[in-house]
């Protein structure tokens, strides 16, 4: 079973910063584009950051030049570290994979429970 566990997100400033993660356990044969997203209430969710198995990125134009995606594909780990932070960055951020299952070789895309950022102004 695939999972994907977010962490770091927070009450924080405007100004401020925070590093999100988000490590994706179980039977994984491969991880293919991993992404973050935010979602506030009565909006729809908005694709943030994305960053392919090669390390080429993409961004949100609302957050380009604060937020920056990495990965660690040794530890399956996708990262968000969000600097110059907003009360408007205030969302519930979720991690999105694409992951072939190891034993299965069943391709899908995953997300993650959410993680609550808060800015205050």
């Known amino acids: 079973q695939v999972r994907l566990v977010e962490s770091g997100g927070g009450l924080v400033q405007a100004g401020g910063s925070l590093r999100l993660s988000c490590v994706v356990s179980?039977?994984?044969?491969?991880?293919?584009?991993m992404c973050w997203y935010r979602q506030t209430p009565g909006k729809q969710r908005e694709l943030v950051a994305s960053i392919t198995i090669s390390g080429s990125t993409n961004y949100a134009d609302s957050v380009k030049g604060r937020f920056t995606i990495s990965r660690d594909n040794g530890k399956n780990t996708v990262y968000l570290r969000m600097n110059i932070l907003k009360p408007e960055d205030t969302a519930v951020y979720y991690c999105?994979?694409?992951?072939?299952?190891?034993?299965?070789?069943?391709?899908?895309?995953?997300w993650g429970q959410g993680t609550q950022v808060t800015v205050s102004s």
């Open positions: 179980g039977s994984i044969l491969s991880i293919d584009d």
């Open positions: 999105h994979a694409s992951i072939t299952a190891r034993y299965t070789l069943f391709s899908g895309d995953y």
